[in-house]
């Protein structure tokens, strides 16, 4: 079974930065779709941002031109870089890992706390 630990949370001021990275257990991000969500108290879960296999990524309005999703096949990393970040970014932060080839699945893991304060 595939897994997928997060980590970088904390907590920071408005403005500030953090980077998130998500170690996958296998060699897994050349056949998933790797994604960073996020789920506010009381809101429901969204897609951050995702990275499709050969690099392709796409980003939530919100975090357009702050954030950026990449990856290190190498490391079975893939890494959040989070800018200017505002308290609306408040939030859990979750990996995602969709598999692009039969048979499909899907991995999350445990999640990681982001807190920007005013």
């Known amino acids: 079974q595939v897994q997928l630990v997060e980590s970088g949370g904390g907590s920071v001021q408005a403005g500030g930065s953090l980077r998130l990275s998500c170690v996958a257990s296998e060699s897994i991000i050349d056949i998933n779709i790797m994604g960073w969500y996020r789920q506010a108290l009381g809101k429901q879960r969204e897609l951050v941002a995702n990275?499709?296999?050969?690099?392709?990524?796409n980003y939530a309005d919100s975090v357009k031109g702050r954030f950026t999703i990449s990856s290190d096949n190498a490391k079975n990393t893939v890494y959040l870089q989070m800018n200017s970040l505002e308290p609306e970014d408040t939030a859990v932060y979750y990996c995602?890992?969709?598999?692009?080839?039969?048979?499909?699945?899907?991995?999350w893991g445990q999640g990681t706390q982001v807190t920007v304060s005013s």
């Open positions: 995602n890992a969709r598999r692009v080839i039969i048979p499909r699945n899907e991995k």
């Open positions: 990275i499709f296999p050969g690099g392709t990524t």
